[in-house]
């Protein structure tokens, strides 16, 4: 049944193939007897090869299918802030502001999910969420405190939502135009756009986002130190305390991924029971930089010399009672 049918879109390119599947592997295993098909937005740097590792995630899984859409990667080659501004984030993001133009006018709504996620619960009711009016649902950033309304351009009375997880209203943003807006923004207000693509959907759709339930995107900000936090915590209280509880989409937002060595996320775990059941299984955790013995020995030589400061240890950035989260068993 068609209507039944839930639309999830991801978007990658070549480098972030391995996280992509993981993602997609904890969909289908935590939405079993959903119809799904996986809408993978690729550029031409994705090798067959790739193609058939992500299509391999969903077998055995019947009712869940990948499908491909190929977008040009060189149409965003000169986007705003991409390799300055969180340096992990590739053209690939952009892709998003494609929807209208990627999918047909049968497709009426689209969940869109990052690939540094997983999915520990049933979508239905997200999927079900009534969006009537508005552009898309999405979930309160964790640095929604401290963004530059100024720069952005309107009241920080509206907030500012992370474009991790997006339920989007494809018939709003085709009656609306939606894409004409992004492009206009991107070509004429780039000093704007610092976040990329989840700035330039913030300044468009002010106005006109559904708040959801912070379980739906569940950000490493939500559980920091009251130090660390950079929101307004005591105005989300039961809302973070109903996300720490009931969990379902989990977005890694901090710069070392699960897949890091230097990932200190208290649900890292979790992650790595996902990725052991796909065709990745005998993956180790990576440095996010290689390890060069010379360059080490460099900075211990300017430390000693007092040429450069001691090295801290890693600051644990997370509340201690968010330690042993559940799930973790």
């Known amino acids: 049944n068609l209507m039944d049918m839930i639309h999830i879109v991801c978007s990658t390119d070549a480098n972030y193939i ?61 986007f705003p802030q991409l390799g300055i501004t969180k340096t992990y984030i590739t053209k690939a993001t952009y892709y998003r502001l494609l929807f209208t133009d990627i999918f047909g ?4 709504k689209l969940l869109y999910l990052d690939g540094d996620m997983i999915i520990t619960g049933s ?40 474009a991790g997880m997006l339920l989007v209203n494809l018939d709003y943003w085709r009656k609306h135009k939606a894409k004409d807006l992004f492009m206009d923004i991107i ?16 300044i468009v759709f002010c106005r006109s986002k559904k708040m959801l339930p912070m379980r739906y995107n569940f950000q490493d900000g939500f559980m920091y130190k009251p130090e ?3 929101m307004d915590a005591k105005k989300y209280t039961e809302n ?17 991924k699960p897949w890091h060595k230097e990932c200190l996320h208290p649900l890292t ?36 010399l007092h040429l450069r400061p001691a090295l801290q240890p890693a600051d644990y950035p997370y509340a201690d009672k968010y330690k042993t989260l559940k799930g973790n068993e």
């Open 123 to 162: 979508l239905r009711d997200l999927w079900e969420t009534n969006l009537d009016g508005y552009a898309v649902g999405a979930v309160t950033d964790m640095s929604e405190g401290i963004h530059d309304y100024h720069r952005l351009g309107y009241p920080a009375s509206l907030g500012y939502f992370n």
């Open 269 to 304: 775990p979790l992650w790595w029971r996902y990725l052991s059941l796909t065709a990745w299984k005998g993956y180790r955790a990576k440095r996010r930089f290689p390890y060069n013995p010379w360059r080490k020995a460099f900075g211990d030589c300017l430390r000693w």
């Open 228 to 230: 660390r936090m950079e």
């Open 18 to 78: 391995m996280p992509t599947g993981v993602m997609i592997k904890s969909v289908c295993m935590s939405n079993r007897d959903e119809s799904i098909n996986f809408h993978v937005i690729v550029d031409e740097s994705v090798s067959g090869w790739q193609r058939k590792q992500l299509e391999e995630v969903v077998e055995g899984h019947d009712r869940h299918h990948v499908l491909f859409h190929l977008v040009d990667g060189k149409l965003f080659s000169d």
């Open 240 to 256: 973070i305390e109903d996300a720490v509880n009931n969990y379902i989409v989990i977005h890694y937002t901090a710069t070392a």
């Open 187 to 202: 070509r004429n207000h780039p000093e704007c756009i610092k976040y990329h693509d989840q700035d330039v959907m913030n």
């Open 105 to 108: 006018t049968d497709i009426h």
